[in-house]
Every structure is written in structure tokens, then in C-alpha cells.
């Protein structure tokens, strides 16, 4: 029971708060380096959850970065890339637009295209509703006009 919950947690708290953390948190396997550990409370280079939410929140913050950033994202059972296309469509499906635009551009960094991530969306709009995919696709075509 104790893993369901804790299971549960993590996924509400990536669907929730997965576009709050740098993308360092929760980088793509295609890069050499390894993704560093979160800053430590009081360091010089605080994490995006600890600067979005630190201060009101410090234990959410932690919990974003240690947590579902430190351990969720980083298990072996699936690649980041099929991380990344699980949590836009997560993101896409829940209508949650303003933590879809940094998964988005995670989802880049892990390997997915942009036409691939379009496909994803057009593909939402059947069974996630169209209004959820209509506001996903003008997501990311501010993202993607970024890039």
C-alpha cells in the first residue's frame, strides 16, 4: 500500500509540477554528461522547483527535485524519451498547458522530433478531447517557434 501511495504522489507530483525543475533535473540520455544533483538548500545555484516554489513550499520543492526528478526519472524500466512522450501526453490529456510547454521542450532534448510530438497531439485529440489538443498544439508552436 505504502508503494501505491508513493507511486501515486510522484506521478500527481510530475503531472503537477514537472515543468517546475530545470531541464539538467531530468536530462535526455543522448548527452555524456550526468544530470547534477539538485542544489542544496542555501548553495548558489538553487533548482527551477526550489526557485518557483522554494520559498513558500520548500518541502514540495524538495520532494519535485529529490523525488520525482531524482528517482522517478531516473529508473531504468523506461528511456527518458518514452518519459518525456508519457508525460506530454499526460500533460496534453489533463489540459495542463503551462506545464506541457517545458515537457515539450524536454521532450526535444530526450529525443523525440517535433513531428513526432505533433503526431502525439493529433493523435490526443480522439481520446483525450479536442480542446485538450487544440490548446497542446498552440503550446507547441510557441515552443517549437523558440527552438
Do not use: C
Amino acid at each position: 500500500m505504502k508503494k501505491l501511495v508513493a507511486g501515486s504522489l510522484a506521478t500527481s507530483a510530475m503531472m503537477l509540477f514537472g515543468g517546475m525543475v530545470t531541464l539538467a533535473n531530468a536530462q535526455g540520455s543522448s548527452s555524456s554528461t550526468p544530470a547534477p544533483a539538485p542544489a542544496a538548500p542555501g548553495s548558489a545555484q538553487p533548482t527551477r522547483a526550489q526557485q518557483l516554489m522554494g520559498d513558500i513550499a520548500p518541502k514540495l520543492a524538495e520532494l519535485t527535485d529529490n523525488v520525482l526528478f531524482g528517482d522517478v526519472w531516473q529508473r531504468p524500466g523506461l528511456s527518458k524519451r518514452d518519459r518525456s512522450l508519457v508525460t506530454v501526453s499526460a500533460l496534453v490529456a489533463m489540459n495542463r498547458p503551462d506545464q506541457l510547454r517545458s515537457h515539450l521542450a524536454r521532450a526535444r532534448d530526450n529525443g523525440l522530433t517535433q513531428e513526432e510530438l505533433i503526431e502525439a497531439i493529433t493523435h490526443l485529440a480522439f481520446y483525450a478531447g479536442w480542446p485538450s489538443a487544440v490548446t497542446a498544439i498552440s503550446v507547441a508552436k510557441e515552443v517549437f517557434e523558440k527552438k
